[in-house]
């Protein structure tokens, strides 16, 4: 009964959130990398963005929750926002918008992606 109680509690919880996230974005053609790191401890989490292909790192997102498989990102001195679910792959399958446009985005914890 405790072993069922635990396993329940784990899976409401759902999957741990943390790490480092690595994606490609298709701008019209061109391949802009980016990585969100993802840090969740109790019900607060704090993420940041870098870009390497820009040289950018360290943007802190203004606002980031994690609830039900469900990961939401804004980072609004730069007009983006992030939206997606972790699938049963371990990959979270989404969407970057920013200034209007719209961007499909598929992240792992992959070191690196190509």
Known sequence: ????MVLTTMTMFGKNISGKWNG???INGTK???VFNIKKTLNVVTVTMDSPDQNAYGIKASKAEYENSTLRIEISNANIEYLGTLN????LVGVVKQSGSIFPAILTKE???K
């Open 24 to 26: 490609i974005l298709d």
């Open 1 to 4: 009964m405790i072993l069922a």
């Open 88 to 91: 049963e792959d371990d990959k």
């Open 32 to 34: 802009l990398h980016i």
């Open 111 to 113: 070191a690196e992606i």
